[in-house]
């Protein structure tokens, strides 16, 4: 059975910090394309970041560029999202997927994973 846990969401003030933990079990963690989506209420969810197998390449949404960042441990099975600067507009549910479709240029696409999280809420305050 597949499993992505999220962890470490909260609530922060607008310029802090928080890091997010997705740790995947039931698959073969290494062949997976790992992405952050994030979803603010009454609005889609979109796309946050992305990272391939070997951590390669990466993809932010322009939103976040500069202030958060990607990063994997295909030992520990375990993405994570370094988000520093926060704001306000950051507030949202924040979801984990797994996917071994996506490309380097689609990764940005949620139709291309097959896995995701629960979520963890994200909520900065101004």
Do not use: H
């Amino acid at each position: 059975q597949v499993q992505l846990v999220e962890s470490g969401g909260g609530l922060v003030q607008a310029g802090g910090s928080l890091r997010l933990s997705c740790a995947v079990s039931g698959r073969t963690f290494a062949n997976d394309v790992m992405g952050w989506f994030r979803q603010a209420p009454g609005k889609e969810r979109e796309f946050v970041s992305a990272v391939t197998r070997g951590s390669t390449s990466t993809s932010y949404a322009d939103s976040v560029k500069g202030r958060f960042t990607i990063s994997r441990d295909n030992a520990k099975s375990t993405v994570y999202l370094q988000m520093n600067s926060l704001k306000p507009e950051d507030t949202a549910l924040y979801y984990c997927a797994a996917g071994f479709k996506p490309t380097i240029t689609t990764m940005t696409k949620d139709n291309q994973y097959d896995y995701w999280g629960q979520g963890t809420q994200v909520t900065v305050s101004s």
